[in-house]
């Protein structure tokens, strides 16, 4: 399978620890996206790479957030402290920069968080 | 920033019939994608279509960019046609930040 990858697919947390999620994505993708996404809501947007450079930052990715993309191959995303309101799917997607089809992002099927 | 309506919120089909899902953009955008994301969350693309019409099976898709909306159609449509249907624009200068739509909410009845 040559798709985005996310790992895991399920967490389940008490409030106050921290959780790290993994994304690995098309190989010859240089560009890389972490969406989240609550129930009943469409995926936002939280921040961007293109090769190891984190290029944008959505307001939503308070402090307690970090991603990187050591090497601009795969990315982390890390929530520090987890709230009870950081539970949602966290959606990882990549695309290749010049794809001839335009910008088409391909998402991974997404890394479910649960904060008790 | 801009807006990303679509319409109906929710469509319950018999399997077999067509449908029509609509989305309405509030500014000029860079891009447009269409996804399906199934029961167990994954998002699949159906359609990049900045402008235009394209087909593929049984879906087809024309973006009317200048009037600021697009149209998925489903013919024929079949019980694995049921999910959530999010069209998703490009906006502004920056073409890395996808903007999802409110989505459409699809359950096709055998």
């Known amino acids: 399978d040559t798709g985005v990858s996310q790992d895991p697919r399920h967490k389940i947390t008490k409030r106050g620890q921290n959780v790290t999620f993994r994304c690995d994505p098309i190989s010859e993708h240089n560009r890389l996206y972490w969406y989240r996404q609550t129930l009943g809501q469409g995926p936002e947007f939280l921040t961007y790479f293109q090769n190891e450079a984190q290029l944008e930052k959505s307001r939503l990715l308070s402090d307690r957030f970090s991603a990187e993309r050591p090497k601009g191959s795969f990315s982390t995303l890390e929530i520090q402290r987890t709230e009870q309101g950081d539970s949602a799917m966290y959606l990882c997607?990549?695309?290749?920069?010049?794809?001839?089809?335009?910008?088409?992002?391909?998402f991974g099927e997404g890394s479910w968080l649960t904060v008790v | 920033g801009i807006q990303v309506e679509q319409s109906p919120p929710d469509l319950i089909l018999q399997e077999g019939a067509n449908s029509t899902l609509r989305c309405n953009f509030s500014?000029?955008?860079?891009?447009l994608q269409w996804f399906h994301q199934n029961p167990w969350g994954q998002l699949i693309n159906l359609f990049y279509?900045?402008?235009g019409t394209k087909q593929n099976g049984r879906l087809s898709a024309t973006t009317v960019a200048t009037e600021r909306y697009s149209l998925l159609y489903i013919s024929s449509s079949q019980t694995t046609d049921s999910g959530v249907y999010f069209c998703?624009?490009?906006?502004?200068?920056?073409?890395?930040?996808?903007?999802f739509g409110t989505g459409t909410l699809l359950a096709v009845q055998p």
């Open positions: 279509i900045p402008s």
């Open positions: 500014d000029s955008v860079n891009n």
């Open positions: 997607a990549s695309s290749q920069m010049w794809d001839s089809s335009g910008n088409t992002i391909y």
């Open positions: 998703a624009v490009f906006y502004g200068g920056a073409t890395n930040k996808l903007i």
